[in-house]
């Protein structure tokens, strides 16, 4: 059987920028993207924890180290700088029970730095834990 399972997530990232007069997007840090796995142009969920508002878009980068987590287009009437967010990509996967899947996992703090890697990350032997 196929499940959809979340493979990445940035959990309470801060929102440090919005623009409305843009195609649309979410702009992430390349730095987290490259540690959690996402690419550019995948779709993510996101999920506003100050104001509850959840919507889908697609991932661009921005450069690496900056922090930076922009919602752009239509979404940015979504959240106001600030906002801590949950940013979640999934895939279609064959699984069993045994499998013991984790997804790659990175609790991040209000200036979008790592403050605790969970899932895949916590066990990978080239991860040091910030």
Do not use: W
Request: net charge neutral.
């Amino acid at each position: 059987m196929q499940r959809i399972m979340l493979t990445s997530k940035l959990h309470r990232a801060a929102v440090t920028d919005k623009s409305i007069d843009y195609e649309g997007s979410i702009e992430i840090d390349q730095a987290l993207m490259d540690e959690v796995g996402l690419v550019s142009h995948e779709q993510v969920h996101v999920y506003n924890i100050n104001n509850g508002n959840r919507f889908q878009t697609y991932v661009i980068p921005a450069p690496a180290n900056s922090g930076r987590i922009s919602i752009n287009g239509a979404a940015a009437r979504q959240a106001e700088i600030n906002d801590r967010i949950i940013i979640a990509a999934y895939g279609i996967m064959s699984l069993s029970k045994e499998d013991g899947y984790r997804p790659k996992v990175l609790l991040l703090n209000e200036k979008n730095a790592i403050v605790e890697r969970q899932g895949a990350l916590a066990f990978s032997s080239s991860q040091v834990t910030v």
